[in-house]
């Protein structure tokens, strides 16, 4: 016999046996009875999870080539009050191969294919769920006499309604794929998936380092990620629910857009432009509904800020705060905000937003070193924000602003009429050329001053709330001039020769020492009660009315030139200023220039005799050619005559 016949029948040999010990294999797993592996299968799920599996629907068991069990309307409920808080169109469970061949109906793993998971909470914040937690966490509890049992529950396809009547809260979760490791083993409990929530996919992993603990109340480590297109949140930290829901760790959220994240989380859409690129982090503590956030380190559109956070959904929601800013810029916020016309000419017609102002309270105190609001630069700024069923309120501290300081408080609300706008300000030691060209576009006054103003108005529109207007407001500057006008030159020139014209007086400043201004505001039109401009050399006093709506002027004066050399005489000169805002027409009285013109006078006089206007009228005519005018046919005598 040669080696290679020795091989091939040792080869043989073995098979054989492998085949034969298969053969015996397989008819003992087919000899166990299919109605010992559903009741074991059933009392397993029973023993591990607490929750007994009532089945609606007909059972198949497969024993080769692999184990596997499938109940078909499966609910899973607590054996005591019946409840369906779980149900699945079918629980499949995979059984271990190796303990059929001795008899022994092991579950290596369960899948709940289509299952639909059902949270709700009364009144009162009693859940469907705190029965079933109890008997799950009494069935976790360790037992000496259980061997080790399956250990990962997979969800295919499932969806989860969660119903809250005490905050009217009515949500929904499908497409839910997940991975759930089951502490049969080890203390942890881990799920790992994806979910579809509101049209958005989010992948989701969740662990609690000891379930029966967390199940009992008791204080467990807790892991959670969720990651989403809109919206990607990460939590450490750890919890427990006795006497109340406690949580603890660090929390950490970014967001490609606010704005978007807000919109998916079901909140109104914010008014104006912004809220872009956000991130934050911070410590977190939730006692029963109320979230504190302490060392927060928030950004938001390039910004970045710290403090400390709160937000409390016990009733209404309201969100608290303190932040500090090293700079802010807050020109996207008001991008949005357009109150003027593409022209330039006229108030915006388009419509105000303020509908982002309803559903959520808030009272936050920022502070920061320098602010950009568009063109206008900031220094150190301190204001509070408040928010109340739809009414914001900002209100300003204190602000550096345009050389000097910047105290009141803007408010904006939504109501039926449109948005209601009210302001108190009051600017202290400003550079009037500055901040009035940047609030209301007028560049004419130089100087340092104050200024006050209180309105308020409402109004679909920018154009529509002007019409509304009703307030007051003073000015009063120092040491300035006004620019575009050389008030001095142009009397000078009219008091030597009044019939020269004016000339081009729409240039050069005029120099003042003292300018003071008391305005009345009434349905968007500016009554001047006190208007005076005094000068070294000149003195203006003003009276009439401005058209806010139509942004222009119907003023009435008088300029006054001041006497500045011994035994001179005092030039006044009455004048009108009509037109826009931008470029408005300064014209003088010419009455009074021809009045004021020693050339003149004679032909004054003259035509206020009638027979000296009778001689000339013929005079002209003769000069012309006209044909002399036919006699009267009965003159009546002059009175005297004979």
Known sequence: MTASTGLKRLVLAVALVVAAGFAVLVAAVVLIPADRVREAVQAEIRAVTGLEPMLRGNVSVSLFPSGAVSFDDVVLGDNRTGQTALSADLLTARLRFFPLLTGRIEIADVT?????????????????????????????????GRLSSFAEIRVAGGSVVLRDAQHDLDERIDDVELSLAWPSISKSFAATGRFNWRGEAVNASFSLGDFLAALTG??????????????????????????????????????????????????????????????????????GGNVGLSGVNIELDGNSAEGVLSFSTDGRQLLQGTLAAEALDLSPYLSAVRLQAVNQRDWSRLPIEVVGLLGTDL??????????????????????TSLRDGRLNVTIGESQAFGGVITGSVGLADTQSGAEFRSQLQFTEVDLEACL?????????????????????????????????????TLVGRQGAVAGLNVEQLLRRLAARPLSGGGDFRSGRTAYDRLAMVLKIVQGTVNIEDMEIEGPTVRLALTGSASIPQREFDLKGTASLVAIEPGAAAFELPF???????????????????RRSGATQPLLDAMRDRRATDAVKKAIDRLVGGRPPAAPAAAEPPPGAD
Do not use: C, Y
């Not at 990460?234 to 994240?261: C, N, Q, V, W, Y």
């Not at 009272?363 to 509070?384: C, H, P, Q, Y």
């Not at 009108?576 to 021809?594: K, T």
């Open 112 to 144: 709940l294919e289509r299952p639909r998971i059902a949270v709700t909470f009364d009144a009162d914040g009693r859940s469907n769920w705190s029965p079933l937690i109890a008997t799950l966490a009494q069935a976790l509890k360790p037992n000496p």
């Open 218 to 287: 008791d204080r467990a480590s807790l892991k959670l990620r969720l990651a989403g297109a809109p919206l990607k949140v990460a939590f450490d930290g750890h919890m427990s629910a006795k006497p109340t829901l406690k949580i603890e760790g660090t929390l950490a959220a970014d967001a490609a857009s606010l704005r978007d994240a807000l919109r998916w989380t079901g909140r109104r859409t914010l008014p104006g432009g912004g809220f872009g690129r956000f991130a934050l982090k911070a410590q977190t503590n939730v006692v």
């Open 363 to 384: 009272d936050l105190r920022l502070s920061a070193a320098k602010i950009k609001v568009g063109k206008i630069n900031l220094g150190r700024t301190a204001v509070a």
């Open 437 to 473: 060209g940047e609030l209301f576009g007028v560049r004419r006054l130089e100087g340092k001053g104050n200024l006050a103003f209180s309105i308020e108005g409402s109004g679909v529109t920018v154009l529509a709330l002007t019409r509304t207007l009703n307030g007051q407001a």
């Open 576 to 594: 009108v200023v009509q037109g826009p805002w931008d470029d408005p027409l300064l014209l003088p009285d010419a009455q009074v220039l021809i």
